[in-house]
């Protein structure tokens, strides 16, 4: 169990820029989660997939923000012609969700964007 | 939706002291509650959670409560270290774990030796 891997750990980019963030499950957990978190605040949830599937997002991923999980393992997160407002901590957590049980979320150590 | 308030955001304790943190949450259709554990530059740990079907979890020196009626559930940490200086956050999900989870705004703990 390597636990939760995000790339890049930091990423600094002029506003309006593309930014393409990673994140790698532990193996075999079926959801993948995103969350956003900005200074001196908890974690907001953005979006999830169980395998591949996207099932849930929040109205806070603005229709610049797309999130794919192609083949059921690792994930990325993009983010369209970026704005101050997105310099947060972006944290990727994953879990294993099942008939019988369901596992906690395990977070990685997130991607810091800083907008230019 | 739902929301979770956390207190107190700041909290200094002595080493040895017992530390609680209380938060609140707003839907009664909640029934997972996982408290996590964020040291500088790192992700959120999780160092205990609690499913509504029971009241109380022990781990060692930490332990959850929860009171299902006034929606509320607190961590207990006993006999403090300076290692448990952190930000602990307190979360709800409905659907047990595998659902969103909504986090209350963290409480800074420092543990002065």
């Known amino acids: 169990d390597t636990g939760v891997s995000q790339d890049p750990r930091h990423k600094i980019t002029k506003r309006g820029q593309n930014v393409t963030f990673r994140c790698d499950p532990i193996?075999?957990?079926?959801?993948l989660y995103w969350y956003r978190q900005t200074l001196g605040q908890g974690p907001e949830f953005l979006t999830y997939?169980?395998?591949?599937?996207?099932?849930?997002k929040s109205r806070l991923l603005s229709d610049r923000f797309s999130a794919e999980r192609p083949k059921g393992s690792f994930s990325t997160l993009e983010i369209q012609r970026t704005e101050q407002g997105d310099s947060a901590m972006y944290l990727c957590?994953?879990?294993?969700?099942?008939?019988?049980?369901?596992?906690?979320?395990?977070f990685g150590d997130g991607t810091r964007l800083s907008i230019l | 939706g739902e929301n979770v308030e956390q207190h107190p955001s700041t909290l200094s304790v002595q080493e040895g002291d017992s530390a609680v943190i209380k938060c609140t949450y707003s839907d009664s259709a909640s029934n997972y509650f996982p408290w996590y554990k964020q040291e500088l530059g790192k992700g959120p740990q999780l160092i205990i959670d609690i499913r509504s079907n029971v009241g109380e979890k022990k781990d060692q020196r930490i332990a959850v409560t929860l009171n299902k009626t006034a929606k509320h559930f607190s961590l207990h940490i006993t006999e403090t270290q300076p290692e448990d200086s952190a930000v602990y956050f307190c979360a709800a999900s409905k659907g047990n774990a595998g659902n969103m989870l909504t986090f209350g705004g963290g409480t800074r703990l420092m543990v002065k030796p």
């Open positions: 997939f169980q395998n591949e599937a996207q099932l849930e």
């Open positions: 193996s075999e957990h079926n959801r």
């Open positions: 957590a994953s879990s294993s969700v099942g008939s019988l049980s369901n596992q906690p979320q395990h």
